[in-house]
Nanobody, 120 residues
Framework: QVQVVESGGGLVQAGGSLRLSCAASGSGFSIISMGWYRQAPAETRDLVAVETTAGVKDYADSVKGRFTISRDNAKNTVYLQMNNLKPEDTAVYYC??????????????WGQGTQVTVSS
């Protein structure tokens, strides 16, 4: 079992910054990618940013130039630096971990989510 725990959400004014963190813990697994998704009320859960263990990154068009994803592979941790936040960034942000267990089975695990609220 892989535990995924996010932190760092909160309330911020438009134009402000927040940094989210997500750590994956447990044993007997290797991580393929870690990423961030977000879900606003009555909306689907959409990709924000993802980074593979090889260092390949991808961003949603709406956050390019404002958000930066980074990883600490040794700590199985991923960060999301969010700058110039806008009210439309308000959502619950979820961390997603994709990996492979020592049994050679693939897995996808999600964190519990952290609320980000941007006031205008």
């Amino acid at each position: 079992q892989v535990q995924v725990v996010e932190s760092g959400g909160g309330l911020v004014q438009a134009g402000g910054s927040l940094r989210l963190s997500c750590a994956a813990s447990g044993s007997g697994f290797s991580i393929i990618s870690m990423g961030w998704y977000r879900q606003a009320p009555a909306e689907t859960r959409d990709l924000v940013a993802v980074e593979t263990t090889a260092g390949v990154k991808d961003y949603a068009d709406s956050v390019k130039g404002r958000f930066t994803i980074s990883r600490d592979n040794a700590k199985n941790t991923v960060y999301l630096q969010m700058n110039n936040l806008k009210p439309e960034d308000t959502a619950v942000y979820y961390c997603k971990v994709v990996g492979i267990r020592s049994t050679h089975s693939l897995f996808t695990d999600w964190g519990q989510g952290t609320q980000v609220t941007v006031s205008s």
